[in-house]
């Protein structure tokens, strides 16, 4: 069994910063690449930021530049700084984990609300 469980989010003015965090736990073996998603209300969910095991990342136009993912371990993270009203989502954490078997499954976190008023 493995959990990806979010935390980090909330309200912030215009302007500010918010750092995401994820932390995945259970039978895991190894986690390949680890992704950030977010979904606004009535819009499709979107791939935000990703990092490789190797430390590879890459992110949407819309974000470069202001979030940045890392990752420690069994820990990613997503530094969002110049926040937007437009960046206001519900963030997910993802991840592509080797279990005990060798399996590769992909897993998702139950998000985090990120509100950026104007």
């Known amino acids: 069994q493995v959990q990806l469980v979010e935390s980090g989010g909330g309200l912030v003015q215009a302007g500010g910063s918010l750092r995401l965090s994820c932390v995945a736990s259970?039978?895991?073996?190894?986690?390949?690449?680890m992704r950030w998603y977010r979904q606004a209300p009535g819009k499709q969910r979107e791939l935000v930021a990703t990092?490789?095991?190797?430390?590879t990342t890459n992110y949407a136009d819309s974000v470069k530049g202001r979030f940045t993912i890392s990752r420690d371990k069994n820990t990613v993270y997503l530094q969002m700084n110049s926040l937007k009203p437009e960046d206001t989502a519900v963030y997910y954490c993802?991840?592509?984990?080797?279990?005990?078997?060798?399996?590769?499954?992909?897993?998702w976190g139950q998000g985090t609300q990120v509100t950026v008023s104007s």
């Open positions: 990092i490789t095991s190797g430390g």
């Open positions: 259970g039978s895991i073996f190894a986690i390949n690449a």
């Open positions: 993802n991840a592509d984990i080797v279990g005990y078997s060798r399996l590769t499954r992909n897993y």
